[in-house]
């Protein structure tokens, strides 16, 4: 209990030193608000980011009076019943990964295989003038109001027959990929037979063999309890998950402009609380697999760049095909700016 304490205290004031936020008085609003935010995680906040974001944003938001009520776990449905139901109003409030692209296809470019090369990176590129355009043409496109952009983290691949060091490795095993049209096209490249499969039912898939392996970060793997159904464990870092949490534009609109101010300005603190959730539990989440059986095996420069080879012109091409060309060059662009910076130390 005194762990947990420490790390919740911890994740607060992370949270709190980023947004600037302050507790203050509550919002005397005409009428009670109440949000539906759902999310597909497990609901214990120490592991889990969704968890720990959606937990910050109900706190956060009950002291300026707003009732957030949340539903984890996929108990309004998986991450793809979630988005639309965020598009249609029936769920006032998602966080949802790389299924938004069934809804918004350009969100697809940020996995782009090995666009990102860590998270300082990702976090500017996300933050910057690239995440604020991504989220305007999605607003004006589905309804959908994206008000911050949270982590998931570096995708890795599991499975339960054998060490995967090089894309060969990969060739003919049914691999789990979320309902996301990029990552079936990531999976044919490799040479991996991809099955889409909700994260809800992903354990148990593994469990009955009805897929051989599939590919999530490390704190997924956790939390989801992977390592009792997969024993390898390869550190490819092929994808970096984001995560959007977002809110219906008209839901939005019909709140008061001081309560619309407030889920601006508690959004963003809610992801960097599940970015600092994730982060914690990458780093220590490793030997706790260690420990629990999984072999973890991390590619060479050689290995790695042979998936590089493998998958990013396919994706590429695939993109191409579906978006165009125009926001594959604004979030390359993007991303170098992000490493310059980040190398400047700024």
Not at 3 to 29: E, T
Not at 37 to 45: C, I, S, T, V, Y
Not at 86 to 107: C, D, E, H, R, W
Request: with cysteine.
């Amino acid at each position: 209990m005194k762990k947990s304490a420490l790390l919740f205290g911890f994740v607060i004031g992370l949270f709190l030193v980023i947004s600037g936020w302050g507790f203050v008085s509550p919002v005397q609003a005409a009428a009670p608000v109440e949000i539906k935010l759902a999310h597909g995680d497990p609901p214990d906040l120490f592991t889990s980011k969704k968890a720990a974001g959606s937990t910050v944003f109900k706190l956060m938001m009950e002291t300026q009076g707003v009732d957030v009520k949340l539903f984890p776990a996929g108990q309004l449905g998986a991450e793809r019943e979630i988005a639309e139901g965020v598009k249609l109003g029936t769920i006032q409030m998602g966080m949802v990964s790389a299924v938004l692209a069934n809804y918004f296809k350009p969100v697809q470019v940020l996995d782009i295989p090995y666009l990102f090369s860590n998270n300082a990176v990702a976090w500017k590129t996300m933050d910057g003038w690239f995440g604020h355009e991504l989220a305007a043409a999605c607003l004006k496109e589905t309804g959908i109001r994206i008000l911050a952009y949270d982590q998931v983290g570096f995708r890795n691949f599991t499975n339960s027959i054998k060490p995967i060091h090089t894309p060969a490795d990969l060739k003919g095993m049914k691999i789990r990929v979320m309902e996301a049209p990029v990552y079936i096209a990531m999976m044919k490249a490799l040479g991996a037979s991809p099955t889409p499969v909700p994260w809800t039912e992903t354990y148990t898939a593994l469990q009955q063999k009805v897929v051989d392996g599939h590919e999530n970060p490390v704190a997924s793997v956790k939390f989801g309890k992977i390592y009792e159904v997969n024993k390898y464990y390869t550190l490819d870092g092929h994808t970096y998950g984001v995560s959007f949490i977002m809110i219906n534009e008209k839901f939005f609109q019909s709140l008061p402009k001081d309560t619309q101010q407030i889920i601006r300005e508690v959004a963003p603190a809610a992801a960097w609380a599940s970015r600092g959730i994730d982060t914690l539990d990458s780093a220590t989440g490793l030997q706790f697999l260690k420990e629990h059986g999984m072999e973890i095996y991390t590619p060479t420069a050689k290995e790695k760049d042979l998936f590089r080879q493998a998958t990013q012109k396919p994706v590429l091409d695939y993109l191409v095909g579906q978006i165009g060309q125009t926001w594959i060059d604004k979030v390359q662009k993007a991303v170098k700016e992000a490493e310059a910076d980040v190398a400047k130390g700024m």
